[in-house]
């Protein structure tokens, strides 16, 4: 019995060890020292980049019957209202036809004025050596290889610049009969 007894005495000794540790240490916890201090209102807010144009969702061009010679003129007033500084680029793409922009000479110009004033111009695009329409739409297919590099501010009075597009029909036999319907796009990005 005095085995037993004895095993009975440890068990104890041990259950009491481990709760006397458990007190000391809620004790020493509930004991200590604390401060603390918090930043409060953190707020993020996103930039903008807007974008738009006086044309109200219609073409600048509708021009049929073509002759050699024709020069067709239209204009756009771009607006940049973002909060954001940025760049803006021009570029397009033909969305129907059957060839005729290979015909067409093209001329694009961002002025300092209004389409009604259009002040002093900058040449964006020439019909020089082979600048015709196709040419455009094959090479100014994005942002990242657009004409132009118009560089707007953010937050302040908004960008307002008219460009100026001139078509003419070139003198070439081959365009007979030939149609082409193109887009012309704006692209701003922050910078």
């Known amino acids: 019995m005095t085995i037993i007894n004895a095993?009975?005495?440890?068990?104890?000794?041990?259950?009491?060890?481990?709760?006397?540790?458990?007190?000391f240490t809620v004790q020493s916890s509930l004991a200590a020292f604390s401060a603390t201090t918090a930043n409060e209102g953190n707020a993020f807010s996103a930039g903008t980049v807007v974008l738009t144009d006086n044309d109200s969702d219609?073409?600048?061009f509708s021009a049929s019957n073509l002759k050699p010679g024709?020069?067709?003129?239209g204009?756009?007033?771009v607006t940049?209202?973002?909060?954001?500084?940025?760049?803006?680029?021009?570029?397009?793409?033909?969305?129907?036809g059957d060839g005729l922009e290979a015909y067409l000479d093209l001329t694009i110009e961002r002025g300092t004025g209004t389409c009604a004033s259009f002040g002093t111009?900058?040449?964006?695009?020439?019909?020089g050596t082979d600048g015709d329409l196709g040419v455009f739409m094959g090479s100014e297919t994005d942002f990242a290889n657009?004409?132009?590099n118009w560089a707007v501010t953010g937050d302040g009075p908004d960008d307002v610049v008219p460009y100026r597009f001139t078509i003419v029909q070139q003198d070439?036999?081959?365009a007979q009969g030939l149609s082409s319907t193109v887009t012309f796009t704006f692209e701003a990005q922050n910078t």
């Open 146 to 148: 657009g004409s132009d």
């Open 121 to 127: 111009s900058t040449a964006v695009w020439t019909n």
């Open 7 to 23: 095993g009975r005495v440890r068990l104890a000794a041990a259950v009491l060890s481990v709760g006397l540790v458990a007190v």
């Open 80 to 96: 940049y209202s973002g909060s954001l500084d940025g760049n803006v680029r021009l570029y397009g793409a033909i969305t129907a």
């Open 75 to 77: 204009c756009i007033e």
């Open 70 to 73: 024709d020069n067709t003129v």
């Open 58 to 60: 219609a073409a600048m």
């Open 172 to 174: 070439d036999n081959d």
